[in-house]
């Protein structure tokens, strides 16, 4: 998911759109923003993709100078208009508003507490265990309520939170989802990325730390470091989920993703005519493998970027349009060449088979696939993509079947230590639970899911 907030611009709704525009990549399943102006809040969200929810009406609608917004990342089974956020509560303590990114390790498990207690939820979203803790809380205002919540939430949280005075911005004590703080004129951000701080015209300030909580409000900014940090940032942040543009721990993105392309390189001997990335997730990785092999670098896979989901038809020659549908072999720049094609990751594979058996049609003489992360092994527990990742094929295969299965004529993935040095300039400690299965805070009940019970 990707969050957003301001304080203080009095066009709050407007900026806060396009901050969800630049954060896109980060959800597409639904999108809302929260404003309030002198203490009466308004909200809007919907299904789908910032540009199809958002338009000059609902927009204009939002009147205030501080607003938070959120667009959520697609999960299976529970794609509900109910389940977008930002959530809004009145919370008996005041109004409040609240977007996460994230997935709590024991939400589950208070959310069955509270209900046997007589809470009433409205959404399956672990999101919604934070609001009722704060709700609950027996401290007297709504600050102290949202610490005390914060005391029992395990888990992985970037969160921001509206007030009527005030705009809160808070990481977990493991900082494993991103959130940097900007400064905009009088305002400030909030923002899961960089990229939407530039998108704004917000000066990057810093990131919020592992277990810290920022307060804004009309006397400026100030932290309470809530609980004892540690930094177990998500490495998968940099290989796939983050913006190229955006900077996390000081180290912009697409020179991260470039480096681990470049050790790679240097971990794999490869007879090869030309390096071909996957666009647009391998781009960075193939720019710093064929720079450091001094191999030529060159555009044989073209995406088409207007092709959202798209209908799945069991026809297979259907099927088959729509792999190329998405991308489509440039024959000039592949054929009887040895093509090494590189990616981000192997989740499930099929996108890898799917393009290698394209690329060998369209004559390529040899196809090598080279993949700029270790192979993901274990699924992961907080909040990314966790349904997807039960098919994952490196829990089932060998590198050698996976080799066979994608119909590679060789595949070689950078390994952990490589890797971790490729991101040694950012000083951050990282979790890599889905490559080595070292849970920093255990798994919990798994995915939050009702229907998993
Ligand atoms: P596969 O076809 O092997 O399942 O998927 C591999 C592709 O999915 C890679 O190109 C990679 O960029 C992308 N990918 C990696 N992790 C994720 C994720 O969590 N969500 C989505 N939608 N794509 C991912
Ligand atoms: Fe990120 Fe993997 Fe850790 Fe999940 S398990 S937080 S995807 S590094
Ligand atoms: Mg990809």
């Known amino acids: 998911c990707g969050i957003f ?4 611009r009095k066009n709050a709704s407007q900026l806060t759109y396009f901050g969800l525009h630049a954060l896109q990549h980060r959800g597409q399943e639904s999108a809302g923003i929260v404003v309030s102006e002198d203490g009466d809040f308004s909200i809007h969200k919907g299904m789908g993709l910032v540009s199809s929810v958002f ?13 938070i917004g959120h667009v959520r990342y697609s999960t299976t089974g529970s794609s509900l208009l109910s389940n977008a956020q930002p959530l ?23 959310r069955r507490q509270l209900e046997k207690e007589g809470s009433i939820f409205h959404t399956t979203l672990d999101t919604e265990v934070i609001a009722h803790l704060i709700a609950r809380s027996r401290e007297k205002n709504i600050e102290d309520s949202i610490l005390d919540c914060l ?10 939170l509206l007030t009527k005075d005030n705009l809160y911005g ?8 991103p959130l940097s703080l900007g400064k905009l004129g009088d305002g400030y951000v909030l923002a899961s990325e960089t990229c939407a701080l530039d998108i704004v015209g917000a000066e990057y300030v810093r990131d919020i730390k592992p277990g810290e909580m920022v307060i804004i409000n009309s006397q400026g900014v100030c932290s309470i470091q809530y609980a004892e940090g540690h930094s177990a940032f998500c490495i998968f942040e940099f290989i796939y989920f983050a913006r190229p543009d955006s900077i996390i721990g000081g180290q912009n993105v697409h020179l991260a993703r470039m480096e681990m392309g470049r050790a790679l390189a240097r971990e794999m001997s490869a007879e090869i005519d030309v390096v071909v990335p996957v666009p647009d997730s391998g781009i960075s990785a193939a720019q710093g493998f064929a720079e450091e092999k001094g191999i030529p670098f060159q555009w044989g896979l073209i995406k088409n970027r207007y092709v ?47 393009i290698i058996k394209m690329l060998k049609e369209k004559g390529a003489k040899e196809v090598h696939f080279g993949v700029s992360s270790p192979p993901v092994v274990y699924p992961c527990y907080y909040g990314l993509d966790t349904s997807n990742r039960r098919e994952l ?20 993935y950078l390994s952990q230590a490589g890797m971790l040095k490729a991101l040694a300039r950012t000083e951050l400690g990282f979790c890599t639970a889905c490559f080595d299965g ?8 798994g995915k939050y899911s009702l229907e998993e019970g």
Request: hydrophobic residues 35%; contains cysteine.
């Open 170 to 177: 808070i990481r977990d004590p493991y900082g494993f989802r």
């Open 5 to 8: 907030g301001i304080f203080g």
């Open 393 to 412: 094929i490196a829990a089932r295969m060998s590198v050698e079947e996976i080799c066979n299965y994608i119909g590679a004529d060789s595949l070689t």
């Open 88 to 110: 809004l509560i009145n919370s008996g303590k005041g109004m409040l508003a609240l977007a996460h990114n994230g997935n709590l390790v024991n939400g589950y498990k208070i």
């Open 308 to 354: 959202g989901r798209t209908f799945i038809s069991p026809e297979p020659e259907i099927r088959d349009i729509k792999v190329k549908l998405k991308l489509n072999p440039i024959c000039e720049i592949i054929k009887g060449k040895r093509v090494l094609l590189i990616d981000d990751s192997i989740v499930r594979g099929t996108t890898s088979k799917r």
């Open 151 to 160: 005391k029992q939430i395990k888990g992985a949280f970037s969160l921001v």
């Open 438 to 445: 070292n849970y920093p805070i255990g798994k919990g009940t």
């Open 55 to 67: 338009g000059e009406n609902n927009l204009r609608k939002l009147k205030g100078d501080r607003a």
